[in-house]
């Protein structure tokens, strides 16, 4: 089973593409143009019909890989293997398509099958060794990087790689060394930066995910993802005030920055000013009413301790709107309506006990 983590990093490794932009399915892979995709396949298709061979099948696969159609990339690789069981290029990419698919039992015998017949590059070492960090076996996946960056020692990627597994085996200086040397080879690029920290960030390693982000900020001092992210580290230290000056400081370089400012009203929640968070999670809301529901809810809540119940339950119903299937929205909203009808019903009883005495004190 391939965990969240390490299916981001296969996305990084093979694509090259920042965890920042989309940790959600291989969707994060760029697409450059893609109609120049499209036509380029038309064009091949062409060609297969009249002339079919295992390298245009791979060129194919490429291009469906390139506009996310992995299943027929999937098939032309297959096809073309058939034509040639002994093509190591087309292991090679039928890995890094069986890795997309998450089927790590599948991409790790392409890669064998690749490597016997002669294939023995970086890039099949880098699949091999990310393979293995999906399946947990870190101590074989350690050995195939390391012949991966024998081979090319210059790519930043592989040391990431490497780093990402001695954090795993809690070996956090070995980690931090290859962290540092692969965000040099990077050219200090924020995305790795933000790749690096959030490997830290899983693995609570958050006073090392500190120094990078430092060094990051030295370079990009305006950066409102390095504050956030800085507030995140804070915050986990206990460093509430620090937590603070950063998230603020996030804001100010960016007002619309949704993750600052939803993270600003929590901390004003947590420390029961449900005054300001209600104004940062309002802000939030105009901006992207879809963007954290988990805190919108804790926006109703914070309307509810400030015994503005009629908001609280606007706010619920503006959320069940979106997820019609959270069974809790109905219950919270079952319990602030009687709340609401019991708090009326002592209000009246109030006004009418104030009323009374009135008389009483006029006669």
């Known amino acids: 089973m391939i965990t969240r983590i390490v299916y981001i990093s296969i996305l990084f490794f ?42 245009l099948l791979i060129q194919r696969a490429q291009l469906y890989v390139s506009i996310h159609n992995i299943e ?53 070492y ?21 012949h991966a960056i024998e081979l090319n020692p210059t790519s930043y990627a592989l040391y990431m790689n490497r ?16 962290f540092d040397l692969a965000f040099q080879l990077a050219d200090e690029d924020r995305h790795v930066c933000l790749q690096i920290v959030s490997m830290y960030e899983r693995c609570a390693k958050y006073k090392e995910a500190m120094v990078v982000l430092r060094k990051t900020m030295q370079k990009y001092p305006k950066d409102p993802t390095i504050f956030y992210e800085m507030a995140q580290c804070y915050t986990y230290l206990n460093k509430k005030d620090s937590a603070w000056v950063a998230l603020n400081a996030s804001v100010k370089e960016d007002p619309l920055f949704l993750p600052a400012l939803s993270q600003l009203g929590r901390l004003y929640f947590d420390q029961k000013n449900y005054s300001g ?57 079952s319990r602030l309506k009687t709340k609401y009808r019991e708090y009326n019903r002592a209000n009246l009883v109030r006004v009418d006990t104030l009323k009374h005495i009135g008389s009483i004190n006029r006669f």
């Open 72 to 124: 027929l990339a999937l098939q032309d690789l297959l096809a073309a293997i058939q034509q040639d069981s002994s093509n190591a290029v087309c292991w090679e990419k039928l890995t890094e398509v069986y890795l997309l698919e998450k089927d790590t039992v599948e991409a790790l015998e392409a890669a064998l099958h690749a490597q016997q017949f002669g294939s023995n590059d970086d890039n099949l």
């Open 163 to 178: 780093g990402q597994m001695y954090l795993l085996l809690q070996d956090t200086l070995q980690a931090a060394a290859d």
């Open 277 to 333: 968070a209600i104004e940062y999670w309002k802000r939030t809301w105009r901006i992207d009413s879809l963007y954290d529901i988990e805190n919108f809810h804790l926006w109703a809540l914070a309307y509810e301790k400030e015994n503005r119940l009629d908001q609280a339950i606007l706010i619920l119903k503006k959320i069940r709107m979106i997820d019609s299937t959270c069974h809790q929205i109905e219950v919270s909203l």
């Open 126 to 146: 880098k699949l091999t060794s990310t393979i293995y960090l999906a399946q947990h076996n870190l101590k074989i996946g350690l050995q195939y990087t390391n």
């Open 14 to 55: 093979l694509v090259g593409c920042s965890p920042q932009t989309d940790q959600k399915s291989a969707s994060a892979i760029p697409i450059i143009n893609e109609d120049f995709y499209k036509n380029n396949i038309r064009i091949l298709s062409q060609e297969i019909k009249s002339n079919s061979s295992p390298e």
